[in-house]
């Protein structure tokens, strides 16, 4: 027969802490000085984003065929793609003294970097649309143009000019 062992206590388990000791401060301290060093030598990243809500036809689609022959999804991609366009991109860092040392040296390297900076996120959330009474599917009802940049004030100006310029293209 297994002989049975007995339950460890609470008094157990702080012994076995005070034994291994280093070896829960060392990993610990590790990971905290590593964090701490990233934390103070990376350069900070602003983010400033506008969120747009689309708004649902208000004629039921029974009533009233609809002329949009594309999703928002689509629409909104499309639109994108036109607002980083290289001329576009130009345009932005040219009013913000984007990356001017950069665009200098090799400009398809800044334009990449520039279209990484521009972010045009959907925001989905689950519901029912009330004219088809089905059941739950996920809706797209907004979504968001955001820029990165080391400085926040250029990323809140540079977002606002995204998203004229998105208003722009949608009219």
């Given at each position: ?5 007995p339950m460890m ?74 607002l980083v366009t ?86």
């Amino acid at each position: 027969m297994a002989a049975i062992e007995p339950m460890m206590s609470l008094g157990d388990y702080w012994e076995i802490i005070k034994r291994r000791k280093f070896a829960f401060i060392l990993p610990f301290a590790v990971v905290l000085g590593v964090a701490a060093a990233l934390a103070f030598t990376l350069p900070p990243t602003y983010r400033s984003e506008a969120t747009f809500i689309v708004q649902r036809q208000s004629i039921p689609q029974n009533m009233v065929a609809t002329t949009i022959n594309s999703y928002v999804e689509e629409q909104i991609e499309q639109i994108r793609q036109r607002l980083v366009t290289r001329q576009n991109l130009l345009e932005i860092a040219d009013n913000f003294n984007l990356y001017q040392d950069e665009l200098a040296k090799d400009r398809d390297e800044t334009i990449q970097k520039l279209r990484q900076d521009v972010e045009v996120e959907m925001v989905d959330i689950r519901a029912s649309d009330p004219d088809r009474r089905t059941s739950e599917q996920v809706l797209s009802i907004a979504f968001t143009v955001a820029f990165s940049a080391p400085d926040a004030v250029i990323a809140r100006d540079a977002t606002n000019e995204l998203a004229d310029r998105f208003l722009q293209e949608h009219e």
